[in-house]
């Protein structure tokens, strides 16, 4: 699979994530991302693939294609939620925000040039729209597994931005961000349960009750 396809893909699965109300389609829409990403060190090494850029890519794909989906349906089986019925902003709404954001990216992508970026013409403009649709996930929706989204979506951009630097980041930084990630994300879905069982939702707005 090319670069470009993957990358375009992965803006795809981001359009996807702000469009979509059902929480099920949605991490299986981050699964996929996450298995596109760990396909994307190994296109962007071509011949030059080594055992580094190996482990990396299957370490990716093993915590981001089934790891964290298995965690995420782990906490919405115990929350009995199935989609997200009033979003600060809708549907539609979030849609044309992300082709505002897009817009936004692609104009910065084009207006910065990182050296040895392995040939990625748009992997800033990929990447900064991955953490843009992170962001909006986690300020926009209420669910909190919407918002663990949102968080391994940011991720996910941060990682893109990284490969074009992938030569020079030891294996061990990489595997222990990895490994943050997961820990990250097994603590948020033991939160997300526990925030159901007590208080009989899973909408961060209404937290606001435990001010005292």
Request: hydrophobic share 55%; with cysteine.
């Amino acid at each position: 699979m090319s670069v470009e396809l993957i990358l375009t893909v992965v803006v795809l699965t981001n359009l996807r994530l702000l469009g979509a109300s059902r929480l099920g389609a949605c991490i299986r829409t981050v699964g996929v991302q996450g298995l596109l990403l760990g396909l994307l060190p190994l296109a962007t090494s071509g011949r030059l693939t080594t055992l580094h850029v190996v482990l990396l890519a299957v370490g990716s794909m093993v915590l981001k294609g089934f790891i964290f989906p298995r965690l995420l349906f782990w906490a919405l089986r115990e929350a009995h939620v199935s989609r997200e019925v009033e979003p600060f902003i809708g549907y539609t709404g979030s849609l044309l925000i992300g082709g505002v954001m897009l817009g936004g990216a692609v104009w910065l992508g084009d207006r910065l040039v990182i050296p040895g970026a392995n040939g990625l013409s748009r992997v800033v403009a990929v990447a900064m729209f991955s953490i843009l649709t992170g962001l909006f996930l986690i300020v926009a929706r209420k669910r909190a597994i919407h918002q663990v989204l949102g968080f391994l979506v940011m991720e996910n951009g941060i990682y893109i931005f990284g490969l074009g630097a992938i030569s020079g980041i030891p294996l061990l930084v990489e595997l222990g961000l990895l490994l943050d990630i997961f820990v990250a994300v097994f603590v948020m879905g033991i939160a997300v349960y526990h925030i159901n069982r007590e208080f009989d939702h899973m909408e961060t707005d209404k937290l606001d009750v435990l001010k005292g």
